[in-house]
C-alpha cells in the first residue's frame, strides 16, 4: 500500500531529527521519495504559551507500506521516542519529531487513535504544498470540495502554488 506520512519538527537539530525518522522509517517502508524541506510558523492555539512560538521544519515522504495502518502507527510512536520526542501534556508543545500519517492510500479510518485521511490535512499548506511537489497527480480522497481533485490543483487553489505562502518557504537543506 502506499502511504503518504508529514514529518515536522521545532525543536533542538530540526534536520537531524528529521534525518534519523526517515532512516528508521526506512526500515518497514520502501521507495521512499521525500518532498523538499519548507519552513513554516507552529500553529498554536490563542491561549498557548508564548515560547511555543518556534517555527517548524516539515516536510513529506510518499513509500510503500506492508503494514496495516495500526501497525504503521504503532511503528510511528516509537521511532518518534526513539528520536527524542518527549510526552507533554499540551498539544501545542514544540516537538522533537511529529510524524502523521496522511494517507494510506485509498483507506477510510476513523478510531479513537487513528484516522485517515488527516482531518487537518486542507488546512496546513506545510502539507499540502509538499505533496502537491512530489505527487502533484495524487488524487485527493477527502471528502468534500476537492476530492477527486489532483493534489496540485488543490494546492493552486488553496495556497496559489507554486508561489510560496509568506508563512512557508522552502530550506536549502538536505537530508543527505
Known sequence: MQVILGLGSNLGDRILFLSQAIKKLGKFLTNIQASSIYESKALLSKDASPEYDIDYLNLVIYAD?????????????????????????????????????????NKKISSENLVIPHTQILNRNFVVIP??????????TIEGKYFGKTMLEVASDLFAYPKLPNNLKLTNLCLE
Open 65 to 105: 507500506c506492508s503494514l496495516e495502518p495500526q501497525q504503521l502507527l504503532e511503528h510511528i510512536k516509537q521511532i518518534e521516542q526513539s528520536v527524542g520526542r518527549k510526552e507533554r501534556k499540551d498539544i501545542w508543545a514544540p516537538r522533537e519529531i511529529d510524524i502523521d500519517i496522511l494517507f494510506y492510500g
Open 131 to 140: 505533496i502537491a511537489e512530489i505527487l502533484p497527480n495524487y488524487i485527493c
